[in-house]
């Protein structure tokens, strides 16, 4: 690593802990901070970037929380005017897929890096990120997630679909960094495992899962320091069992093509990254807490993100946490919008929208010889339910999921749909793994949420 790249690392790691530590400690002083540093970095956005010059000319810096919000949709096709880098969606999207089929992830324009999210909302977005934000991106996770000190000596072994130059900045002297691509063969990536003995295991839940069973059964032996789901969304089902093979805390972080926006604390609580973004709230259900986060990141220039509605259905935790920490504590991340499931309503004059949170409840609380499941509805009154169960508790467990959703219908006034089940299959790095999946369109009329 060239030294100005430690410096510039160092700095924002030991200024990310200043502030979370000295001082950003009560929620209106952070408040406070992040409006001025919001404001400061809209003066920026707007001399720079066409695009959203031309979208708040009628706006004031004072108004941005009422600026129009933006999806990925309008984010991507307009992506020549909105970034201040002066690149091309034509040149940087063929970039970046030169390196999917090539497995050589260092695409570069410039000195901007080039990324390609996975997709699994319908279409894949770009990122784009300048080497400064990309240091600075390295110091702030370095601060967040490492289980000592940045000084010590540290193994971390990045399990992910597709590695950047993103990820490989976290690397030094003291920090020997190793990703594992997910598509090369699961032998191989377990022997390289073993070998390198990671002080930090960071993968998604479904490869942290499949190494928890190896680890269970004996077939891998590693005692990492900390470990850190990434990329997917974490299932009780899953987090139990992998903290149970490991005999610690799993930790998580969130972390998308929008940016890096939260990380758990010391006692397991996810806070959102409110020393990089601010998150505005979106109820979908304020008294269960449920929003969709509307993002603001006044950390990255190249490609800004103002008041981008971001697809994600967060609840937020309603007691403090016991670190302290004024940041937004999530208590769980439940998934992508899209995959609430919609169940007709009793009266059959509209569907009632059911969270994925109750589809996992009446699923593991159900059958707790159930060690894995993905459910996918297809159409309003059909439902298919793949498990991983003993065959001596495989009828017991399908008649206890049907009572449950039985229950969470006359609870929620719907019909539960009929359930086709099968055999549960799932390899890591294939895709995504989404527990609760919806797989048909919502009428335009939409429907009720479920309470």
Same mark, same amino acid.
């Given at each position: 690593m060239k030294l100005p790249d430690a410096w510039l690392i160092l700095s924002h790691y030991i200024k990310t802990n200043y502030l979370k530590n000295v001082m950003l400690r009560d929620r209106s002083r952070l408040e406070a901070w992040q409006e001025r540093r919001v404001r400061r970095h809209l003066r920026e956005v707007r001399k720079h970037s066409p695009f959203y010059r031309e979208l708040w000319r009628d706006g004031s810096p004072d108004g941005w929380r009422s600026y129009p919000v933006i999806d990925k949709g309008v984010f991507m096709e307009r992506l020549d005017e909105l970034n201040t880098a002066g690149i091309r969606k034509e040149t940087a999207m063929e970039l970046a897929l030169r390196a999917e089929?090539?497995?050589?992830?260092?695409?570069?324009? *410039?000195?901007?890096?080039? *990324?390609?999210?996975?997709?699994?909302?319908?279409?894949?977005?770009?990122?784009?990120?300048?080497?400064?934000?990309?240091?600075?991106?390295?110091?702030?996770?370095?601060?967040?997630?490492?289980?000592?000190?940045?000084?010590?000596?540290?193994?971390?072994?990045?399990?992910?679909?597709?590695?950047?130059?993103?990820?490989?900045?976290?690397?030094?002297?003291?920090?020997?960094?190793?990703?594992?691509?997910?598509?090369?063969?699961?032998?191989?990536?377990?022997?390289?495992?073993?070998?390198?003995?990671?002080?930090?295991?960071?993968?998604?839940?479904?490869?942290?899962?499949?190494?928890?069973?190896?680890?269970?059964?004996?077939?891998?032996?590693?005692?990492?320091?900390?470990?850190?789901?990434?990329?997917?969304?974490?299932?009780?089902?899953?987090?139990?069992?992998?903290?149970?093979?490991?005999?610690?805390?799993?930790?998580?972080?969130?972390?998308?093509?929008?940016?890096?926006?939260?990380?758990?604390?010391?006692? *397991?609580?996810?806070?959102?990254?409110?020393?990089?973004?601010?998150?505005?709230?979106?109820?979908?259900?304020?008294?269960?807490?449920?929003?969709?986060?509307?993002?603001?990141?006044?950390?990255?220039?190249?490609?800004?993100?103002?008041?981008?509605?971001?697809?994600?259905?967060?609840?937020?935790?309603?007691?403090?946490?016991?670190?302290?920490?004024?940041?937004?504590?999530?208590?769980?991340?439940?998934?992508?919008?899209?995959?609430?499931?919609?169940?007709?309503?009793?009266?059959?004059?509209r569907q009632v929208l059911i969270f994925p949170d109750f589809i996992t409840r009446a699923i593991v609380a159900a059958a707790s010889e159930v060690t894995a499941y993905h459910a996918v509805q297809h159409a309003p009154g059909e439902m298919e339910l793949a498990l991983e169960v003993d065959d001596r508790h495989r009828e017991a467990s399908q008649s206890a999921i049907l009572q449950a959703l039985r229950a969470l219908g006359e609870r929620t006034g719907s019909q539960p749909p009929h359930v086709a089940f099968s055999a549960y299959r799932h390899a890591p790095g294939d895709r995504k793994l989404r527990r609760v999946e919806r797989r048909f369109e919502l009428e335009q009329s939409g429907g009720d949420h479920a309470v």
């Open positions: 089929r090539t497995r050589e992830f260092a695409p570069m324009i *410039g000195d901007v890096t080039v *990324g390609l999210s996975s997709g699994t909302s319908g279409s894949r977005g770009l990122f784009l990120v300048s080497r400064r934000e990309r240091l600075a991106w390295a110091g702030t996770v370095l601060a967040k997630v490492l289980p000592g000190p940045l000084l010590g000596r540290h193994r971390i072994a990045f399990f992910l679909r597709a590695d950047s130059n993103l990820y490989g900045s976290v690397g030094s002297r003291n920090i020997e960094f190793r990703f594992y691509d997910l598509l090369d063969p699961i032998a191989e990536l377990v022997a390289r495992l073993q070998q390198q003995q990671p002080s930090l295991l960071v993968a998604p839940a479904s490869m942290l899962r499949l190494l928890a069973d190896l680890q269970r059964e004996g077939r891998l032996s590693i005692r990492p320091d900390k470990l850190v789901s990434v990329a997917e969304v974490l299932d009780p089902l899953d987090q139990g069992i992998i903290e149970k093979a490991f005999g610690q805390r799993l930790h998580q972080v969130y972390q998308c093509t929008e940016g890096f926006l939260g990380a758990t604390c010391a006692h *397991g609580t996810l806070h959102i990254n409110e020393d990089v973004v601010c998150m505005q709230k979106e109820y979908v259900d304020r008294e269960a807490g449920k929003f969709v986060p509307i993002l603001t990141d006044f950390s990255r220039l190249t490609q800004p993100i103002v008041r981008y509605r971001l697809n994600d259905l967060l609840t937020e935790r309603q007691e403090p946490c016991p670190c302290g920490s004024p940041f937004l504590a999530i208590e769980r991340i439940e998934g992508r919008c899209d995959d609430m499931f919609a169940f007709p309503s009793v009266s059959g004059d």
